[in-house]
């Protein structure tokens, strides 16, 4: 089973994804944290466990350490420079999307429709590595 490292402060936005992959019949082990020190500190654990995610999902505006500063250590930190990441955040900031260009990741803007968010998260799965 493919894991998830996701990464939002907003608890209502995990229950949505959660409820569209048990709907399209996706079975992935979805670990939630809340900020990204608690993300950079589940990588650490997962490759000393060898269990590393297939893939890493950002949300930007998060508490302790956001998601621009925690995707900066993701990309320069050695061990995980190979976890496919994808920033999936409400910003719809020029700043940001520069900033995710410049980190060669994609960045997906939340969608308020719940069908457009469904295909959104499908389109998230598509990054997840074998």
Request: with cysteine.
């Amino acid at each position: 089973m493919r894991t998830l490292l996701w990464a939002d402060d907003d608890a209502d936005d995990l229950l949505l994804m959660k409820d569209i992959l048990l709907k399209n019949g996706k079975e992935y082990k979805i670990v939630e944290v809340a900020n990204g020190k608690e993300a950079i500190d589940y990588l650490h654990a997962s490759v000393k466990n060898n269990d590393i995610p297939s893939l890493v999902i950002l949300d930007i505006n998060m508490p302790v350490m956001d998601g621009k500063q925690t995707l900066a250590l993701i990309k320069n930190g050695k061990h995980f420079t190979n976890i496919p990441v994808v920033v999936f955040t409400t910003s719809n900031s020029e700043l940001d999307k520069l900033f995710c260009k410049k980190m060669n990741v994609e960045m997906i803007t939340k969608p308020p429709q719940y069908a457009s968010l469904q295909n959104a998260v499908m389109h998230l799965l598509s990054f997840c590595r074998e």
